[in-house]
């Protein structure tokens, strides 16, 4: 089992839909979560941080379930900016002992 | 602000050759990833950095690739001998704090894409 894994998709949605995904990770002490947006032959941007009680900017909500050992990202009100690859990120541990993973990537399309 | 800057943007090698990328974080940034991107897969962190010293290399090929930060702000990636499966994407990125943290943003630079023929 992948110690990161997402959905690769396309999913493929029309301008104004709601459209979830998620990432699920194997290693319970982790501890940092991410979603970085890239779009073609770019580079990674952060979209938004991840927090245990959830968080919410504009159209874009990120959840944490350490229950389930899973991350999700929730768009609503999609635009065809939003067309991209979405990363997981998830950190465990700290500094010198910190483990990075980045998920492969959710392909995103919104269709007018 | 200036972001993270990297050269070459593109380089096209023959496999056994060596080449070198290089890497200017963001001013002040103490931490500095290098990451390999193959196609259609996420990052996979290289190495990292804390100002000039190594706090993590375990996923660094050692046989061919090294990597160094001289006075804890450039950093250079090379590799030596190259290999076909060495074609992808290196980027570099840097973070005002310590991996783990949990607002600890990284910024990327826009990469160098490599082709070995």
């Known amino acids: 089992r992948k110690e990161v894994e997402q959905d690769p998709g396309p999913f493929n949605v029309p301008e104004g839909a709601t459209v979830a995904f998620n990432c699920t990770y194997s290693?319970?002490?982790?501890?940092?979560f991410f979603w970085y947006r890239q779009d073609c032959r770019k580079e990674p941007k952060l979209l938004m941080s991840v927090y245990s009680s959830g968080n919410e900017d504009g159209r874009f909500t990120a959840q944490l379930n350490r229950a389930s050992q899973y991350i999700s990202l929730l768009i609503r009100d999609s635009k065809l900016s939003d067309s991209a690859t979405y990363l997981c990120?998830?950190?465990?541990?700290?500094?010198?002992?910190?483990?990075?993973?980045f998920g492969s990537g959710t392909r995103l399309s919104i269709r007018p | 602000e200036a972001g993270v800057a990297q050269s070459p943007r593109y380089k096209i090698i023959e496999k056994r050759q060596s080449v070198a990328f290089w890497c200017n974080p963001i001013s002040g940034h103490a931490t500095l990833y290098w990451y390999q991107q193959i196609l259609g897969q996420g990052p996979k962190l290289l190495i990292q950095?804390?100002?000039?010293?190594?706090?993590?290399d375990s996923q660094l090929p050692k046989d061919r690739f090294s990597a160094e930060r001289l006075k804890g702000v450039d950093s250079t990636l090379k590799i030596q001998p190259a290999k076909l499966e060495d074609s992808a994407v290196y980027l570099c990125a840097s973070s005002k704090g310590l991996a783990g943290d949990p607002y600890n943003e990284q910024f990327f630079g826009p990469g160098t894409r490599l082709t070995v023929l």
């Open positions: 990120v998830v950190i465990t541990g700290y500094s010198s002992a910190s483990k990075i993973i």
């Open positions: 950095f804390q100002n000039n010293g190594v706090v993590d």
């Open positions: 290693n319970s002490a982790s501890q940092s």
